[in-house]
């Protein structure tokens, strides 16, 4: 194992591979921008380095800093997190140059994965089935128009470079395939650098499944079964759910079995997951491997009792894979919600601001990831992501039951601060949710309806926090039966040791 290791991200990602570090043993370098400087990962961490400004182009996209930051304080490894330069194939060759070990997979199957186009003929040369639509990029409109015809509308016009809900235009109409066209090209060339584009079917009633996955250097892997992501605004996601329900026992087999063979078969080290899109008819279509460590890691870790950054470590520092299929035995249902500082009401648009109050909840098989604390600025620079709460239970109508109760009793409140809470538990109180019967325009829907008149928790009149009472359900719950007793969850994080920076950076800016 690693005697040091930087940690190139911020926020609650920055926590979590910063206590896995400390359970292993394992000293941690953070790297933080200015605005971070008072950060619980800067506090916690055995050293930290300012590497910049706010602005993540200066900071936590500037590779060069890190890498020096490593260097300087003997790092020997260096983990991504997620969002940041976790996929960026470069950054993972430029760690390899100076001799520090990039927490992932090899950089040419990170390029080889990162290009769209090429992942899906990766796929197909694998077995597996994609949706109907061009495998390579295509260069003119006129291509696009005859892939568009062939293969029926709507469809979607993809970056070949894109990821993270970016660079995806739908197209209902031929007529408005010329400008959805130039409009996608002309937008990832502006955030990816790359104006290829791809299309393909676009499967409007559709669930977001995917597959956790380990594998080692060796040629050895597993999976961890299934999660559904089919809750999502703009292509990004907001509640999380493993087991995937609903899904036959031979159709979550085809596709853990599929998503596996995919992943061995470019060469895949690490944590990494493998998305797919399951239509009304049972058919499944791969989407994209991702090569890092997701935002929705819990779920699987809740049901399987593997910390999944464990194993991350283990087998970047070389060692082969400690599990085997038959080791892997989920039980139980958990379920993640992400909390937002975003307004849903004014279209999630972020609501940074000053917490005067943070209390998270607790209770039973409830755990919260979270860098958020009273008195803690909310940042316009990053991501709005706040915190994670998730829930686990023996069955699903007790999970969602616990994650309920647990988001009525989440109290974030600070000037002009909103958050996501009450338009998550209008999504647990669906019926269509509730009966695992929703699609990926399950967001679309509940926006269009008229809101529910109801209190909310973040900024609460100084008599103290109201509750906010999601809407009553109006069809009863479809629910899967119980799984038997639940499993063991990790044991306690011991208490942090006095961080020896107190804040403090540990060398110069860079």
């Known amino acids: 194992m690693f005697e040091k290791l930087l940690i190139a991200n911020r926020g609650e990602i920055a926590l979590r591979v910063l206590r896995a570090c400390r359970e292993l043993g394992v000293r941690t370098v953070a790297v933080y921008s200015s605005a971070d400087a008072d950060s619980a990962v800067v506090r916690l961490a055995d050293e930290a380095v300012r590497i910049?400004?706010?602005?993540?182009?200066?900071?936590?996209?500037?590779?060069?800093?890190?890498?020096?930051?490593?260097?300087?304080?003997?790092?020997?490894?260096?983990h991504p997190g997620y969002g940041?330069?976790?996929?960026?194939?470069?950054?993972?060759?430029?760690?390899?140059?100076?001799?520090?070990?990039?927490?992932?997979?090899?950089?040419?199957?990170?390029?080889?994965?990162?290009?769209?186009?090429?992942?899906?003929?990766?796929?197909?040369?694998?077995?597996?089935p994609l949706p109907p639509g061009s495998v390579q990029a295509v260069p003119t409109v006129e291509q696009a128009g005859a892939v568009a015809a062939e293969i029926g509308y709507p469809v979607i016009v993809k970056a070949a470079a894109g990821g993270g809900g970016r660079g995806m235009t739908v197209v209902r109409d031929p007529a408005d395939l010329p400008r959805a066209y130039a409009r996608t090209r002309a937008a990832a060339q502006a955030v990816f650098g790359d104006d290829r584009v791809y299309v393909e079917r676009y499967l409007a009633a559709a669930r977001h499944v995917e597959v956790q996955v380990l594998c080692d250097g060796r040629g050895n892997g597993v999976h961890l079964g299934t999660r559904d992501c089919s809750v999502q605004r703009r292509h990004q996601k907001l509640v999380e759910e493993?087991?995937?329900?609903?899904?036959?026992?031979?159709?979550?087999?085809?596709?853990?079995?599929?998503?596996?063979?995919?992943?061995?078969?470019?060469?895949?080290?690490?944590?990494?997951?493998?998305?797919?899109?399951?239509?009304?008819?049972?058919?499944?279509?791969?989407?994209?491997?991702?090569?890092?460590?997701?935002?929705?890691?819990?779920?699987?870790?809740m049901i399987t009792g593997v910390d999944l950054v464990h194993e991350q470590l283990w087998v970047a520092a070389g060692e082969p894979l400690r599990l085997r299929q038959a080791d892997v035995r989920p039980r139980g249902v958990s379920v993640e919600c992400r909390v937002n500082t975003e307004d849903p009401a004014r279209g999630f648009v972020p609501t940074p601001g000053r917490l005067d109050r943070f209390e998270p909840p607790g209770g039973p098989f409830t755990r919260v990831d979270t860098h958020g604390h009273a008195g803690y600025?909310?940042?316009?620079?990053?991501?709005?992501?706040?915190?994670?709460?998730?829930?686990?239970?023996?069955?699903?109508?007790?999970?969602?039951?616990?994650?309920?109760?647990?988001?009525?009793?989440?109290?974030?409140?600070?000037?002009?601060?909103?958050?996501?809470?009450?338009?998550?538990?209008?999504?647990?109180?669906?019926?269509?949710?509730?009966?695992?019967?929703?699609?990926?325009?399950?967001?679309?829907?509940?926006?269009?309806?008229?809101?529910?008149?109801?209190?909310?928790?973040?900024?609460?009149?100084?008599?103290?926090?109201?509750k906010t009472q999601p809407p009553a359900a109006t069809a009863p719950a479809t629910e899967p039966p119980a799984a038997g007793p639940p499993p063991a969850r990790p044991g306690g994080v011991p208490a942090p040791r006095p961080a020896t920076t107190a804040g403090a950076p540990r060398s110069p800016h860079i």
């Open 84 to 128: 940041f330069l976790s996929e960026d194939a470069d950054f993972a060759e430029i760690c390899a140059e100076n001799g520090l070990t990039f927490v992932g997979p090899p950089p040419q199957v990170m390029a080889a994965l990162a290009d769209k186009a090429t992942a899906r003929a990766l796929m197909r040369r694998a077995g597996l």
């Open 377 to 466: 600025l909310v940042s316009p620079h990053y991501d709005s992501l706040l915190a994670k709460v998730v829930a686990w239970a023996p069955d699903r109508e007790l999970a969602l039951a616990r994650l309920d109760r647990a988001l009525d009793e989440f109290v974030v409140a600070g000037p002009g601060v909103r958050t996501t809470i009450p338009f998550v538990r209008r999504v647990l109180a669906d019926p269509a949710f509730r009966a695992a019967r929703h699609t990926t325009a399950l967001v679309d829907r509940l926006l269009a309806e008229p809101a529910p008149a109801a209190p909310t928790k973040t900024d609460p009149p100084a008599a103290g926090p109201t």
């Open 52 to 78: 910049g400004p706010a602005g993540s182009r200066q900071s936590y996209l500037n590779a060069a800093a890190i890498v020096e930051a490593a260097r300087q304080c003997g790092a020997q490894a260096v």
């Open 242 to 301: 493993a087991p995937a329900p609903a899904l036959s026992p031979q159709l979550e087999r085809e596709i853990t079995t599929a998503a596996l063979r995919g992943a061995l078969a470019v060469g895949f080290t690490g944590a990494g997951t493998v998305e797919f899109l399951v239509d009304g008819a049972g058919g499944f279509h791969f989407l994209e491997i991702n090569c890092r460590i997701q935002v929705e890691h819990p779920v699987t870790e």
